[in-house]
């Protein structure tokens, strides 16, 4: 299985702040990496997929980057509501495998 | 809009089995893969399968396989999840998930399953 590794597990941050999370495969999973915000007691939605790829409707302070084992998330300027956890997930190879989640807490 | 409605929340003892059904609206039911994704409470989440609305093919994960079966009725646009011989660290939110190019995108609101004697 592909294990996916996200840093860091959490963080405080401040409305405002440019916010980066990363995410490493154990192996090579070219672009098939997605991005999902979960709020708590709510479904997670799909943020980015495809490593780049802005989902329709989703507020373009959100970027995804990265190929092969290194992905990174970046919110530009967190707002109100981008208090979450954020996980990755590949869609390289089954089984699917999310990252362990980084959470985003108000500073 | 894309509208997947599970149903409600499950108390089993372990041993027994689950079947959590997930009612899809808002699009072609047949045209993508339902995917099944589970949280144990403050955990991550845990992808358990697919299945094919169209053929009612499946591709399980193997941590689950003999234990899961994904079906579906395409008369009524619903995909179904059941899970045997439940044990406490079953106990978990489930959710179905549209899949598109391979990747879940659309997510119903979860089920939740508690596992308890």
């Given at each position: ?21 990363t995410c490493r495969a154990s192996q090579t999973i070219i672009s098939y990496l997605n ?22 409707g989703v507020p373009a302070r959100f970027s995804g980057s990265g190929s092969g084992t ?38 | ?112 399953v508690t596992v308890s004697s």
């Open positions: 299985d592909i294990q996916m590794t996200q840093s860091p597990s959490s963080l405080s941050a401040s409305v405002g702040d440019r916010v980066t999370i991005w999902y915000q979960q709020k708590p007691g709510k479904a997670p939605k799909l943020l980015i997929y495809a490593a780049s790829t802005l989902q329709t290194d992905f990174t998330l970046t919110i530009s300027s967190l707002q109100p509501e981008d208090f979450a956890t954020y996980y990755c997930q590949q869609t390289y190879s089954y089984p699917l495998t999310f990252g362990q989640g980084t959470r985003v807490e108000i500073k | 809009q894309v509208q997947l409605v599970q149903s409600g929340a499950e108390v089993k003892k372990p041993g027994a089995s689950v079947k959590v059904s997930c009612k899809a609206s808002g699009y072609t039911f047949t045209g993508y893969f339902m995917h099944w994704v589970r949280q144990a409470p403050g955990q991550g989440l845990e992808w358990m399968g697919w299945s094919n609305p169209n053929s009612g093919a499946t591709n399980y994960a193997q941590k689950f396989q003999g234990r899961v079966t994904m079906t579906r009725d395409t008369s009524i646009n619903s995909a179904y999840m059941e899970l045997s011989r439940l044990r406490s660290d079953d106990t978990a939110v489930y959710y179905c998930a549209r899949g598109v190019g391979g990747y879940p995108d659309y997510w119903g609101q979860g089920t939740l």
